[in-house]
């Protein structure tokens, strides 16, 4: 009887798992559409004040003297043999529901839906009246973003310098897992007190022209499972211990006829 290479039926299998196992090229590249118009990213980006928003504003000028009054007290830490105990606490400005911060002396401000060079130009106009060359320094101190879902190390992210885009965040959450939903990541945005939904493609190009390329403060991304992935995933676990075994035992049953 004709031997029956075993090599072949090690060629089938591994031809099956390779079938079984690989993603196409459109369902995990990035960046895939050629379209150069869509592919223009604005270089310059500010954040908006919004309400809730905490905002440190500290004050400078010529004379250090006269602007301790516009600054707020640093208020002392506990020591404790000459350690510093606790966290430490923040001085600044909560923007109210009406988009109002009340500064010392100079009183109430109307700061929301300003960015931060068009609120430190208000500010230091109204400090003429009382300082000499003014200078303002607007921080938000709660820029923070979340990201969650089907990502390595999900999580929310304090972003000291106000600017991160959305690829940015998923790259600080881990990337995305391969069972990640690539062409419809959630972007969840707090616009004018109401929750906003955008849903962004990663595999094209133009996701660089999107609203929410650049993230604002306390946006967060849900990036969604792939569930295909996943049950095929979850099959093979389940089932290819059972195939293996299946495989060999025929594998050997036909070497063992064909011998």
Same mark, same amino acid.
């Given at each position: ?88 606490? /923040? ?5 109210? *529901?009406?988009? !109002?911060? #009340? @500064? ?6 109307? $700061? &929301?839906? /300003? ?5 430190? *130009?208000?500010? !230091?106009? #109204? @400090? ?6 003014? $200078? &303002? ?123």
């Amino acid at each position: 009887m004709k031997k029956f290479p075993l090599a072949y039926f090690t060629l089938i299998f591994g031809f099956f798992i390779l079938l079984n196992s690989c993603k196409t090229r459109e369902k995990i590249a990035l960046f895939q559409n050629q379209a150069s118009d869509s592919t223009h990213i604005q270089s310059q980006y500010t954040p908006i004040i919004k309400t809730d928003d905490f905002l440190s504003v500290l004050v400078s000028s010529d004379d250090p003297e006269s602007v301790l009054v516009f600054n707020p007290a640093v208020v002392p830490q506990n020591m404790n043999n000459g350690y510093l105990m606790g966290n430490p606490v /923040l001085s600044g400005y909560l923007v109210n *529901a009406i988009g !109002e911060i #009340k @500064l010392p002396v100079i009183g109430v401000v109307k $700061v &929301v839906g /300003l960015n931060r060079m068009e609120a430190t *130009a208000l500010i !230091e106009e #109204k @400090l003429k009246e009382y300082i000499k060359n003014p $200078v &303002v320094n607007i921080q938000i101190q709660n820029y923070k973003i979340t990201v969650l879902g089907d990502v390595k190390s999900p999580g929310t992210f304090k972003i000291p310098n106000e600017r991160i885009t959305l690829l940015e965040a998923i790259g600080l959450a881990g990337d995305l897992k391969m069972t990640a939903r690539r062409n419809n990541i959630l972007v969840i945005r707090d616009e004018n007190g109401k929750k906003t939904e955008y849903r962004v493609d990663l595999t094209r190009k133009d996701l660089f022209s999107s609203p929410v390329y650049y993230l604002t403060q306390n946006d967060v991304v849900y990036v969604e499972p792939n569930s295909t992935a996943m049950s095929e995933s979850t099959l093979w676990r389940t089932t290819g211990p059972i195939f293996i075994s299946l495989t060999s035992l025929v594998v050997t049953t036909v070497t063992l006829l064909f011998r």
